[in-house]
C-alpha cells in the first residue's frame, strides 16, 4: 500500500462511550446505617473462577438486618444478572414507601433496564463515585466475607457446582446461621422476626 500510495479510511465511531456516566446521584454519601428494613438495599456483582469458567453473582442486601434479599447467579455479568436480583428482592419484599438501591456505576447497574425496574418499583436509585469502595462499603465487606468463608476455600470444577454453594451460602448460611456482631450476634432472619413488631407499630 505504501508503494502504491494507497491509504486506508478509518471509519468515524458511530457511538460515543462516556465512561463513568451515572444515571443516579449519590443519596447515600457512605451513610448505611438504617433503623427499619427495606429503606436501603445495597447491590452489587462478584465472581469468581472455575475449571469452566468464571460465575457471577448479583446481590441485594437490606442494610439494615444484612438479610440478602435478592440473587442471581449466571455465566456472564449481563444486565439481566443485576435487574433478575433486583427483581427477587422487589417480589419477596414488596417495599411500601421509598426505598433506595444503591449502587456503583458499573455499566449494568447503568442500564436503561435496570433503572426502569428500581423506577416502577417506587425505589429510588442511588449511585456512589466511579472506582471508590468506600461508597458501598457494606456490600464490599459482604463479598469480603464470602470470599474468605466460600470462595477462596477450594478449586472449583464447575459452574454448577459453585453457583449450587452460593446458593447454600446466600439463604441458609449467611441468612439463617452466620451471626453478625453489627446485629448483637443474630442471624439476619433472627434480627428481621425481632425487628418487625418495631416496623409494624
Same mark, same amino acid.
Given at each position: 500500500m505504501?508503494?502504491?500510495?494507497?491509504h486506508?479510511?478509518?471509519?468515524?465511531?458511530? #457511538?460515543?462511550h462516556?465512561?463513568?456516566?451515572a444515571?443516579a446521584?449519590?443519596?447515600m454519601?457512605?451513610? #448505611?446505617?438504617r433503623?427499619?428494613?427495606d *429503606? %436501603?438495599w445495597?447491590t452489587?456483582?462478584?465472581?469468581?473462577?472455575? =475449571? &469452566?469458567?468464571?460465575v457471577?453473582c448479583?446481590v441485594? /442486601?437490606?442494610?439494615?438486618?444484612r438479610?440478602? $434479599?435478592g440473587w442471581?447467579?449466571?455465566?456472564?455479568?449481563?444486565?439481566?444478572? $443485576?435487574?433478575n436480583? %433486583?427483581?427477587?428482592?422487589? &417480589?419477596q419484599?414488596?417495599?411500601?414507601?421509598?426505598?433506595?438501591?444503591?449502587?456503583?456505576?458499573g455499566?449494568?447497574? !447503568?442500564?436503561?433496564?435496570? !433503572?426502569?425496574r428500581? $423506577?416502577?418499583?417506587g425505589?429510588?436509585?442511588?449511585m456512589?463515585?466511579v472506582?471508590?469502595?468506600f461508597?458501598n462499603? $457494606?456490600i464490599e465487606? #459482604?463479598?469480603s466475607?464470602m470470599?474468605?468463608e466460600?470462595?477462596? =476455600?477450594?478449586?472449583? +470444577? !464447575?459452574?454448577? +457446582? /459453585?453457583? @449450587?454453594?452460593?446458593?447454600?451460602?446466600?439463604?441458609? #448460611?449467611?441468612? =439463617?446461621? =452466620?451471626?453478625? @456482631?453489627? /446485629?448483637?450476634m443474630l442471624t439476619?432472619v &433472627?434480627?428481621?422476626v425481632r425487628? *418487625?413488631? !418495631?416496623?409494624?407499630?
Amino acid at each position: 500500500m505504501r508503494r502504491a500510495g494507497i491509504h486506508g479510511i478509518s471509519g468515524r465511531p458511530r #457511538f460515543r462511550h462516556i465512561p463513568g456516566m451515572a444515571t443516579a446521584s449519590d443519596h447515600m454519601d457512605r451513610q #448505611f446505617h438504617r433503623d427499619d428494613l427495606d *429503606q %436501603l438495599w445495597v447491590t452489587d456483582i462478584t465472581e469468581h473462577s472455575t =475449571r &469452566e469458567g468464571k460465575v457471577y453473582c448479583a446481590v441485594v /442486601l437490606d442494610a439494615c438486618s444484612r438479610r440478602v $434479599v435478592g440473587w442471581s447467579i449466571d455465566g456472564t455479568p449481563s444486565t439481566a444478572l $443485576v435487574t433478575n436480583a %433486583l427483581g427477587m428482592a422487589i &417480589e419477596q419484599r414488596r417495599p411500601q414507601g421509598e426505598t433506595i438501591i444503591h449502587s456503583d456505576q458499573g455499566t449494568q447497574f !447503568t442500564s436503561w433496564a435496570f !433503572t426502569r425496574r428500581a $423506577v416502577d418499583s417506587g425505589l429510588l436509585p442511588s449511585m456512589g463515585s466511579v472506582g471508590d469502595c468506600f461508597d458501598n462499603a $457494606v456490600i464490599e465487606s #459482604f463479598w469480603s466475607r464470602m470470599q474468605v468463608e466460600l470462595l477462596d =476455600r477450594k478449586r472449583w +470444577e !464447575t459452574r454448577i +457446582e /459453585l453457583a @449450587s454453594a452460593i446458593f447454600e451460602y446466600l439463604e441458609i #448460611f449467611h441468612n =439463617r446461621q =452466620r451471626r453478625h @456482631s453489627s /446485629l448483637g450476634m443474630l442471624t439476619p432472619v &433472627e434480627f428481621e422476626v425481632r425487628h *418487625q413488631p !418495631t416496623t409494624a407499630a
